[in-house]
């Protein structure tokens, strides 16, 4: 904590620092530039205002209009070097400062809103790869059970043609079903993350029952497994195992 209050504090004079130093700089370059050609651009000194509220925002930008009013008054002013004599410095004073407060405003409230639109874009950006990035994950999630169903068609039809009884080919259905129904709650995780970002969707733990989520993924495999010759056999502890995981709603 104590770190980032200096850290922000750093920041700050850094702000301010820079807003008197530009507010000089231009200062100066005015009276160089009325020595060297023999005319007075007083005006020049509303850049370090624009300046300081692009690089520091409003209140380094105040600074720097400030500053510049009372110099430009101060140095450039008949009589010179002089400040505050007379209703006029004061008035010529204030007449700065008003511009100069008025640019700060303006430049201020362009910076913010840039800075606005540029974090909406960034979260956009942050967004469009949060959605490719989990289409990427379904589409991937998506070949193992859709392979699966493919094998079983193809087991399915072969056996047809040879002429194997239909009670026979009941396992491998079951099994493009189980696959089918995993490529349904695939698709339904994408229905989902469109809720998620609408801000419709609700997760909660509650039990859930852990024999059909191994079958399922013991049958998603045992389709491939059998045309290698393979044999998977699958035992399952007695009773009803469960486990508290996160249903969606």
Same mark, same amino acid.
Request: glycine share 6%; charged share 25%; aromatic share 4%.
């Given at each position: 904590m104590l770190k980032s209050f200096l850290l922000a504090e750093r920041k700050a004079t850094l702000r301010y620092a820079a807003a008197v130093l530009l507010a000089c700089s231009f200062l100066a370059l005015v009276h160089l530039l009325a020595w060297l050609e023999g005319t007075q651009l007083s005006s020049l000194a509303i850049v370090s205002v624009v300046l300081s509220a692009l690089y520091g925002g409003m209140g380094p930008a105040l600074l720097a209009a400030a500053i510049s009013a009372v110099g430009i008054d101060y140095f450039f002013a008949s009589p010179l070097l002089r400040i505050f004599d007379s209703w006029a410095s004061v008035f010529r004073v204030l007449t700065y400062g008003t511009v100069g407060a008025l640019v700060a405003g303006i430049v201020a409230s362009l910076r913010e809103a840039y800075r606005e639109v540029h974090a909406q874009y960034r979260q956009t950006e942050e967004a469009k790869r949060a959605r490719e990035s989990m289409l990427a994950i379904v589409s991937h999630d998506l070949r193992s059970p859709l392979s699966a169903v493919l094998? *079983?068609?193809?087991?399915? &039809?072969?056996?047809?043609?040879? *002429?194997? %009884?239909?009670? $026979?080919?009941? *396992?491998?259905?079951?099994?493009?079903? /189980?696959?089918?129904?995993?490529? &349904? /709650? +695939?698709?339904?995780? +994408? +229905? $989902?993350?469109?809720? @998620?970002?609408? *801000?419709?969707?609700? @997760?909660?733990?509650? %039990?859930?029952? +852990?024999?059909? @989520?191994?079958?399922d993924a013991v049958e998603a495999a045992r389709l491939g497994a059998d045309q290698k010759r393979i044999r998977i056999d699958l035992s399952m502890p007695g009773g009803d195992p469960r486990a508290r995981a996160w249903a969606w709603r």
């Open positions: 094998l *079983g068609v193809a087991y399915v &039809k072969r056996a047809a043609r040879e *002429g194997t %009884p239909l009670a $026979d080919l009941a *396992g491998a259905l079951d099994a493009v079903h /189980r696959s089918a129904d995993t490529m &349904k /709650r +695939l698709v339904d995780d +994408l +229905l $989902d993350a469109a809720a @998620i970002e609408a *801000g419709r969707f609700r @997760i909660a733990p509650a %039990p859930q029952n +852990l024999v059909p @989520i191994v079958e």
